[in-house]
């Protein structure tokens, strides 16, 4: 697909929820709200996007309290889906769900769940040797983030195609 003389290039970003609280036992799993150290993941990945400059055309989000925290913790101006299929979404429904994706979205935001969410990720990406894939693959805390460049539309998503542009975790963005 041609976008001004050059193929497309969209960026998927698949965040992981931040850290849940486990205060309250007598909570469903759906319902469980953030901890303080997942609200303070949260401001620290707004900072994060902030500085960077990075912006969203559309989130897709799973219906989980601490998913749903987690976004109003970054405080971003896009359009956001509330999805319950992506509540511990397993990799082929999150592909599922991501060939849904409004087309127009060029920069797409997921939050969503292990073990899908880390599972998915490593199936996506292309790469295995390089450094943030390495680390990716060892461990997919709450609040990490990899972001991905996609050389195809959403429709034509596959497992794969993905090249891996960076993996952060919360630890690392402390201020």
Same mark, same amino acid.
């Given at each position: 697909? /041609?976008?001004?003389?050059?193929?497309?290039?969209?960026?998927?970003?698949?965040?992981?929820?931040?850290?849940?609280?486990?205060?309250?036992?007598?909570?469903?799993?759906? *319902?469980?709200?953030?901890?303080? #150290?997942? #609200?303070?993941?949260?401001?620290?990945?707004?900072?994060?996007?902030?500085?960077?400059?990075?912006?969203?055309?559309?989130?897709?989000?799973?219906?989980?309290?601490?998913?749903?925290?987690? &976004?109003?913790?970054?405080?971003?101006?896009?359009?956001?889906?509330?999805?319950?299929?992506?509540?511990?979404?397993?990799?082929? /429904?999150?592909?599922?769900?991501? #060939?849904?994706?409004?087309?127009?979205?060029?920069?797409?935001?997921?939050?969503?769940?292990?073990?899908? &969410?880390?599972?998915?990720?490593? &199936?996506? $990406?292309?790469?295995?040797? *390089?450094?943030?894939?390495? #680390?990716?693959?060892?461990?997919?805390?709450?609040?990490?983030?990899?972001?991905?460049?996609?050389?195809?539309?959403?429709?034509?998503?596959? &497992?794969? $195609?993905?090249?891996?542009?960076?993996?952060?975790?919360?630890?690392?963005?402390?201020?």
């Amino acid at each position: 697909m /041609a976008h001004n003389g050059r193929a497309m290039t969209r960026q998927l970003y698949l965040l992981r929820h931040a850290k849940s609280s486990w205060d309250e036992p007598d909570l469903s799993d759906h *319902d469980r709200p953030l901890a303080k #150290r997942g #609200r303070k993941a949260g401001a620290l990945l707004r900072k994060f996007f902030k500085a960077r400059s990075i912006r969203f055309d559309a989130i897709l989000v799973s219906s989980a309290k601490r998913a749903q925290e987690t &976004l109003a913790a970054l405080e971003l101006d896009a359009p956001a889906e509330t999805l319950p299929a992506l509540y511990h979404a397993a990799p082929d /429904a999150i592909l599922d769900i991501l #060939r849904a994706a409004p087309e127009q979205a060029e920069r797409l935001l997921v939050i969503g769940h292990n073990p899908g &969410l880390h599972d998915f990720a490593l &199936l996506l $990406c292309a790469t295995r040797g *390089d450094e943030p894939a390495r #680390r990716m693959a060892e461990s997919y805390p709450t609040g990490a983030l990899a972001q991905f460049e996609v050389d195809r539309p959403w429709t034509r998503l596959e &497992l794969g $195609c993905g090249k891996l542009t960076g993996f952060v975790t919360p630890r690392e963005l402390k201020d």
